[in-house]
């Protein structure tokens, strides 16, 4: 048996050699196929994939036994990824040998093995496609254009092959057709347009047809888009057929302009079938009237929409058929016509999640003014629930929270109404800064919800009596959510970092007999503590009596920055002193006394300063929004932050090039501006600067060795003798470059609200407003007569060595300190007619 296996095995490799089949072809031909070998009468050249798919018919076999056909044709007529029958088809036409040649010439500059798609499926292809579609529209040179121009698209390589035999014909006709447009189509997206069109080729042709090629390339892809988004695409075809086959082509035609006109514009089923059953009239007048009717209020809209742009055009359709009347209603208002006519397309009010969660019904034009300023940021509208609907206020409130807060709005609802549930939102911080309080998101919405169900947070405040200093809003929520871990401490807890340092150092407290022991202890351990004391070298008495603003200064980070400052390079012996002694300073709640002494004034300005002004300069003014806080300040943790927010900056603590000028930002002449946002977070800030200037040259005489510097708080009085220097021309305030994180209009109203409180604080000291040229954008000094010009400035005297001059030449040091510079700055022309210090008089009055 096993003899006449071998036998019958060599015969069959006999009999392939014979048929030009090598046994290592013979491998890869199915077993069953093997006897079929006897049918063929005559040796060819081709693959081992070729001879499975010739071996499996018998009309092939036939084809291989009387072609005349070069073996090479054969074979890559024989081997793509084609069912047999249409092989069948293919090899009957007359032309293969012609189009092989054509084609092969055609894509050989291009194609490579490394295409899914082979040479041999698009011989097959283009074969395909001549024999369904012939010539009538395309010729051989279009074809093959066509074609180069598929094989290079990967997208058409990754999905066309899955694709039947007649749509991969029906693909290469449409990218071949003109409306199409395929050239200007991105390389991305060119195959998937060419497959949404592959239901509607027929249509597409019908219109071609009708319309004419050079309408129908016009309307083309509003056109296309309608088919595409339509819910009913068999009825939607039906009623564009009766449009395109029972209407004289002239109507036909100027209903297709006029309804498919805008390539951005989506159409409407409705209107398609509405205006399908009208065609009696057989009228040329306006499209619109003929679908909705001249008296219809959505005629009355979308007659007058010519100005609007397609997105806007879109949405008004979009509430013609949802029956939003009250919104078709208020956009025929002339105030909010011209509203929502300035809204640009990434509005919130053209998304669809914001349409699902506030009935368009409900808007007013004050909801339009207000959604007019409102960015639009990818996922914030996902955080929302669109199965939950939303008052305009409501979502107003919850656009740009966080989604823990917004899920806690949401299980409010179930038991307060829409006014109840925003005041005691309103009142809530992130509950992001609480959440640790408890194990489980749910378990913290259930303890708020206890509580809030009493008497909302602030009426708890006040009736508890708590009052804390530097607190935000969740220290006092802290407070009322765990009472129970205060109840020791109750009379102790005085600041917002006390709060802070009783939950978060439980172990300490469990040792300690009081708050002020635990503090104590806590400062004597904690490593950041220690290096900060020990650089500034105080005494334990001292350690006694400020451990509460120790604590107060390591919670805020500031211990971190401060050891990061004594690591630096940048930092010299000098720099690092006055580091200490401006640190001991604020952890004795004395920063104010070594920033602002008296005699500094003249000694870094160059001028005799009067007391009322001096008055002026130390007091913060502030100025409040409802969305911002405008305020001056100079404390610590701000000025060394300078660089670090809004946006980070050369003065970073950290990072900065120039971090080495930062502490010059404590001089006795510098603050800052500062804008919080309503959550506390520094949105923008500016530095102003008190000087002296001139309109002319002034000579910079030699001045004698500097002795200015900062003191040291535990030091005694006659320290700190130093060098008067002459007043020179005017006092000045100068408003320097603002850095922010807002943008648009935010930005803007902010940078007003800087120049506003420049304008008055200058007019309080009776000093020149001078302002960093950067304020004159469009709008910002708006309200202002203003001119820009040169100016000289005086480069105060500095305590660090290096300062930081933002508007004018960067850095300086002690070299180019006590010059004037000249810098191009805004005068507001209204300082003209104030009362200024005349530094001639000064002189007189000090000689």
């Keep these: 048996m096993i003899t006449t296996m071998i036998n019958n095995h060599l015969s069959v490799i006999q009999e392939a050699s014979s048929r030009g089949i090598s046994p290592h072809k013979l491998e890869n031909v199915i077993p069953d196929k093997r006897p079929c070998i006897t049918l063929v009468t005559r040796a060819v050249n081709i693959t081992a994939d070729s001879w499975n798919k010739a071996l499996s018919s018998t009309s092939l076999i036939h084809f291989i036994n009387t072609t005349s056909l070069a073996d090479e044709i054969v074979d890559n007529l024989l081997k793509p990824r084609y069912p047999l029958g249409e092989i069948e088809k293919i090899i009957k036409l007359p032309y293969i040998e012609s189009i092989y040649k054509k084609l092969k010439k055609n894509l050989e500059k291009d194609y490579t093995s490394r295409h899914n798609l082979t040479f041999a499926d698009w011989l097959l292809d ?14 051989m040179k279009d074809l093959l254009q066509t074609v180069s121009s598929m094989s290079s698209c990967r997208e058409t390589e990754a999905q066309y092959p899955d694709l039947c035999v007649e749509d991969r014909a029906k693909i290469i006709r449409l990218w071949s057709m003109p409306y199409l447009n395929i050239k200007n189509i991105s390389v991305f997206k060119q195959y998937n347009i060419v497959k949404e069109s592959l239901p509607f080729i027929d249509i597409y042709e ?56 805008d390539n951005e514009n989506i159409v409407l089923d409705s209107e398609i079938h509405k205006l399908s059953r009208n065609i009696t009239e057989h009228s040329s007048k306006d499209v619109y009237s003929m679908i909705y009717g001249e008296n219809s209020l959505a005629y009355e809209v979308l007659h007058s929409t010519k100005e609007f742009e397609p997105y806007q055009v879109n949405l008004l359709k979009r509430c013609v058929e949802s029956g939003k009347k009250g919104f078709l209603r208020l956009i025929l208002d002339d105030r909010a016509r011209e509203l929502y006519h300035d809204l640009d397309v990434n509005n919130l009010l053209f998304k669809e999640e914001f349409q699902k969660i506030v009935n368009l019904n409900t808007l007013n034009n004050k909801n339009l003014l207000t959604i007019s300023s409102m960015k639009y940021r990818e996922g914030n509208l996902d955080l929302l629930n669109p199965d939950i609907p939303l008052t305009f206020d409501e979502f107003c409130f919850l656009h740009g929270k966080k989604k823990i807060n917004i899920d806690f709005y949401y299980t409010l609802a179930k038991s307060f109404n829409v006014e109840a549930r925003l005041k005691i939102s309103r009142e809530l911080p992130d509950l992001s800064t609480v959440k ?59 600041r917002g970092s006390d709060v802070d340092f009783i939950l978060n ?50 919670e805020k ?17 000098k720099m690092l002193l006055n580091l200490n002694l401006i640190t001991k300073a604020e952890l004795s709640g004395k920063l104010s ?10 000694l870094e300005i160059g001028l005799p300063v009067p007391s009322h002004v001096i008055s002026e300069w130390v007091k913060n003014r502030t100025t409040s929004t409802k969305e911002l806080n405008i305020q001056e300040t100079f404390d ?9 927010y809004p946006v980070s900056t050369c003065l970073h603590w950290n990072s900065g090039s120039y971090s080495q000028c930062l502490l010059s930002n404590f001089d006795t002449n510098k603050k800052i501006l500062l804008a919080k946002n309503r959550r506390g977070n520094i949105v923008a800030r500016a530095i102003i600067r008190l000087t002296k200037g001139s309109n002319n040259f002034v000579l910079n005489k030699s001045i004698k060795e500097k002795k200015l510097r900062f003191k040291d708080v535990e030091a005694q009085p006659e320290q700190d003798t130093l060098q008067k220097v002459k007043p020179k021309e005017e006092l000045v305030l100068f408003l320097e470059r603002c850095y922010t994180s807002m943008n648009g209009k935010s930005a803007l109203g902010m940078r007003k609200k800087f120049v506003k409180l420049a304008i008055e604080k200058s007019k309080a000291l009776g000093a020149k407003l001078i302002i960093a040229d950067g304020y004159a954008q469009e709008g910002i000094l708006e309200l202002q007569q203003y001119t820009k010009e040169n100016y000289f400035i005086f480069v105060s005297y500095s305590k660090n060595g290096y300062q930081y001059l933002d508007s004018l030449s960067g850095q300086a040091s002690e070299s180019n300190e006590g010059k004037y510079m000249k810098a191009k700055v805004i005068f507001l022309k209204e300082r003209n007619d104030q009362p200024q210090i005349d530094l001639t008089l000064q002189e007189r009055r000090t000689s």
């Excluded at 074969?127 to 010729?139: C, E, K, Q």
């Excluded at 400052?565 to 012996?573: M, T």
């Excluded at 006394?593 to 003249?602: L, R």
Aim: proline content about 2%.
């Design 436 to 494: 640790d309080l408890y194990q489980t998101t749910e378990e913290l919405f259930e303890a708020l919800v206890a509580l809030v169900s009493i008497k909302p947070v602030k009426q708890w405040i006040n009736e508890e009596q708590i009052k804390l200093e530097d607190a935000k809003d969740f220290h006092y929520l802290k407070m009322l959510l765990v009472p129970h871990r205060f109840r020791k401490f109750q009379s102790s807890v005085k």
């Design 126 to 139: 283009v074969l395909s496609y001549i024999s369904i579609y012939g010539f009538d529209r395309v010729g």
């Design 557 to 573: 980070g500031l211990c971190n920055i401060f050891q990061k400052l004594h690591n630096s390079s940048s930092y010299d012996k």
């Design 206 to 261: 019908e219109a071609n047809e009708m319309l004419g090629p050079l309408v129908f390339n016009q309307i083309f892809p509003a056109f296309h888009q309608s088919l595409v988004i339509s819910t009913n695409k068999e009825a939607l075809l039906k009623s564009i057929r009766v449009l395109l086959n029972e209407l004289d082509s002239n109507i036909s035609t100027h209903y297709f302009k006029e309804i498919f006109g």
């Design 593 to 602: 006394e070594i920033k602002f002494a008296e005699e500094d004034f003249e």
């Design 505 to 554: 150092e439980k172990e300490l407290l469990s040792v300690a007999d009081n708050l002020d022991e635990a503090k104590l202890l806590f400062v004597e351990q904690n490593e950041a503590c220690r290096f900060v004391l020990n650089k500034i070298e105080v005494t334990p008495d001292f350690i006694q009596k400020y451990k509460g603003n120790i604590v107060n200064f390591y």
């Design 636 to 644: 610590y943790e701000s000025t060394l932050r300078l660089g670090e």
